[in-house]
């Protein structure tokens, strides 16, 4: 029982990963009043792009690269559209998600011919574990072994960055000026004007960091979590980040959670699928999968209590006159 608990954590840590790296890019997005629902579209954008470049490349790291630059693109284009033209931001947010959706599917059916997926991974094309000190000769120390060994060593390096940059991401929204002034210009864009502070240049500092954030994301779901890109293989990932986010209240390490029990949900449908349950029996492949989602849509509706955004997301920023 205590091994499938470890091993249920385990899954849980790989598969919270993306969601968490999303869940920074929007709380940097969205603290500085851009509504980021292109979560969904910039992942998928950059999954393609680490696949497609360490295919051809023969490394991942040159994959990480171009899913980092591929996720800062999309993520001026959003910037374009909803900070200099003051677009609507749920309307651009939703044209990159359509955009990365039919463009990875047609570009991989004309370079590789293979439905839409790019060829396997191997080798140096993939992100793999690693191996923490004394990880083998503490495998088999009663409950500390397990602990150490299977459930904090092993992971790629993608893992142990995303939860590292939580408490990163804490001390620059929290403790440096550019985070105060990121805040203030999610709150009140104009008291940030009148300092002589630009906003829009703010805005776009902050789509930057969220394009690098979901970049990382896509490169981690196509080079180390899957072994290549596949149509569609975000999954809602974006959208089920932005409810982690509403979830942890705008804060990463509330945010960490969130995006944990979403992974946890997630891995927990995997380990029943095929398990007979008492009185219940063999529970639908179909029931288990829409689980996650299912409880997401409970666990926002009635357990995290009144969620209040910033100020000012979601409203182009009109200058004073």
């Given amino acids: 029982m205590f091994d499938t608990v470890i091993l249920l954590l385990d899954s849980t840590l790989r598969i919270s990963t993306p969601l968490l790296l999303l869940a920074l890019a929007g709380l940097f997005s969205e603290r500085s009043g851009v509504v980021n629902i292109a979560l969904e579209g910039k992942l998928l954008a950059s999954a393609f792009a680490a696949a497609t470049a360490a295919y051809w490349s023969n490394s991942v790291w040159i994959g990480l690269l171009a899913g980092i630059v591929v996720g800062v693109i999309t993520a001026m284009i959003h910037g374009f559209a909803s900070i200099t033209h003051k677009g609507d931001q749920i309307v651009s947010g939703t044209a990159i998600n359509m955009l990365a959706a039919g463009l990875t599917i047609a570009l991989g059916r004309y370079w590789f011919e293979m439905g839409g997926q790019t060829p396997a991974l191997v080798g140096d094309q993939r992100f793999t574990g690693i191996t923490l000190p004394f990880a083998d000769a503490l495998a088999d120390v009663p409950l500390i072994g397990s602990l150490y060994s299977t459930l904090l060593s092993g992971h790629n390096l993608l893992v142990y960055s995303a939860f590292a940059l939580v408490p990163i991401s804490w001390w620059i929204l929290q403790r440096t000026r550019f985070g105060l002034r990121l805040r203030a210009v999610g709150e009140n864009p104009h008291s ?11 805005r776009y500092r902050a789509l930057m960091i969220a394009g690098v954030l979901a970049g990382i994301a896509g490169a981690y779901l196509s080079t180390a979590h899957a072994a290549g890109f596949v149509p569609n293989m975000s999954a809602g990932k974006g959208f ?5 986010l509403i979830f942890g209240k705008w804060r990463p390490v509330t945010v960490m959670f969130g995006c944990l029990l979403f992974g946890l949900l997630d891995a927990l449908a995997v380990r029943l699928q095929g398990v007979e349950l008492p009185v219940i029996g063999e529970v639908p492949v179909q029931a288990i999968e829409v689980l996650p989602y299912v409880l997401t849509v409970l666990l926002l509706a009635g357990f995290i209590g009144k969620a209040v955004g910033p100020k000012a997301v979601g409203t182009p920023y009109e200058k004073s006159r």
């Fill in 240 to 244: 089920i980040a932005l409810a982690a």
């Fill in 192 to 202: 940030v004007d009148t300092a002589g502070i630009s906003v829009t240049w703010m």
